[in-house]
T-cell receptor, first 113, second 113 residues
Framework: QQQVKQSPQSLIVQKGGISIINCAYE??????FPWYQQFPGKGPALLIA?????SEKKEGRFTISFNKSAKQFSLHIMDSQPGDSATYFC????????????FGQGTTLQVKP | ETGVTQSPTHLIKTRGQQVTLRCSSQ?????VSWYQQALGQGPQFIFQ???????GRGNFPPRFSGLQFPNYSSELNVNALELDDSALYLC????????????FGNGTRLTVT
């Protein structure tokens, strides 16, 4: 019940295209859903996060879509750029502690010029 | 604003030895969470420290222990190292335990031979 499942494992997108990464969770008590971006040799960096009381959140080229009834959420990267090539992780946390994140397995994104 | 810093960046130890990893939290942050990231996997929550006390623990054995100091910096200690302990160890800090995103350091790469 504590798992977060992420797909696809890897993704190749052309420059200017839309990258879409999906995550599904099991525990309905989760109430905070961030997305992290990680470059080789670096720690994860927070991209964008959402709470279950909204269905969508947009920050620049990054959008989270959230479907509470389906227990799924996704990251959309619009106008993907080669600099977006990285590993992306979705995560979820239990109520009242955003520090205890359960991460997905990661998606390696390659944006071709 | 100083980010999360970890030391050392790389470490090689022999099976059975003990290791101490160090973390300085971001300025203004009083909570530290530690994660283990195996190669090609998402980070896994080890434990969290808040007000110098352990505030939650993941599925890790007691040979993983930690400390938080009055200046909010933290240590992760691992005793009786096993080959499977080889991983990237990430420290993340936040301002409080809820409603505050995690900011990660770049990690310590531990190799156990």
């Amino acid at each position: 019940q504590q798992q977060v499942k992420q797909s696809p494992q890897s993704l190749i997108v052309q420059k200017g295209g839309i990258s879409i990464i999906n995550c599904a969770y099991e525990n309905t008590a989760f109430d905070y859903f961030p997305w992290y971006q990680q470059f080789p040799g670096k720690g994860p960096a927070l991209l964008i996060a959402i709470r279950p009381d909204v269905s969508e959140k947009k920050e620049g080229r990054f959008t989270i879509s959230f479907n509470k009834s389906a227990k799924q959420f996704s990251l959309h990267i619009m106008d993907s750029q080669p600099g977006d090539s990285a590993t992306y992780f979705c995560a979820a946390s239990p109520p009242s502690n955003t520090g205890k994140l359960i991460f997905g397995q990661g998606t390696t994104l390659q944006v071709k010029p | 604003e100083t980010g999360v810093t970890q030391s050392p960046t790389h470490l090689i130890k022999t099976r059975g030895q003990q290791v101490t990893l160090r973390c300085s939290s971001q300025s203004g942050h009083n909570t530290v969470s530690w994660y283990q990231q195996a190669l090609g996997q998402g980070p896994q929550f080890i434990f969290q420290y808040y007000r110098e006390e352990e505030n939650g623990r993941g599925n890790f054995p007691p040979r993983f222990s930690g400390l938080q100091f009055p200046n909010y910096s933290s240590e992760l200690n691992v005793n009786a190292l096993e080959l499977d302990d080889s991983a990237l160890y990430l420290c993340a800090s936040s301002q409080g335990v809820n409603n505050s995103p995690l900011h990660f350091g770049n990690g310590t790469r531990l190799t156990v031979t």
